[in-house]
Nanobody, 115 residues
Framework: QVQVVESGGGLVQAGGSLRLSCAPS????????MAWYRQAPGRQREFVAI???????GYTDSVEGRFTASTDNAKNIFYLQMNSLKPEDAGVYFC?????????WGQGTQVTVSS
């Protein structure tokens, strides 16, 4: 069973930065897609960033230009660099790894942004 573990969340002031990490139990090259989602209290989980392994990366409009998703193949880590954070960026961030029709989720990491 593939496992996905997120880390790097925390409390940050508005305008600050955080870098989230996602460590899958298999080599990232084995996945077609790596993605980040987030869920704020009382809201549905929403897409944040998607990385088609070895191809390209896309973002939801609200984070475009502020967030960067990337992979470190040597460390087998999928990152989400978050800059210029806003209170509305707060929530639990989840990593999603997909192999064909199979999708794997981590437990999430909490991001809190104080105004």
């Amino acid at each position: 069973q593939v496992q996905v573990v997120e880390s790097g969340g925390g409390l940050v002031q508005a305008g600050g930065s955080l870098r989230l990490s996602c460590a899958p139990s298999e080599n990232i090259a084995a996945f077609n897609i790596m993605a980040w989602y987030r869920q704020a209290p009382g809201r549905q989980r929403e897409f944040v960033a998607i990385h088609t392994v070895g191809v390209n990366t896309g973002y939801t409009d609200s984070v475009e230009g502020r967030f960067t998703a990337s992979t470190d193949n040597a460390k087998n880590i999928f990152y989400l660099q978050m800059n210029s954070l806003k209170p509305e960026d707060a929530g639990v961030y989840f990593c999603n790894a997909r192999q064909g029709m199979r999708a794997y989720w981590g437990q999430g990491t909490q991001v809190t942004v104080s105004s």
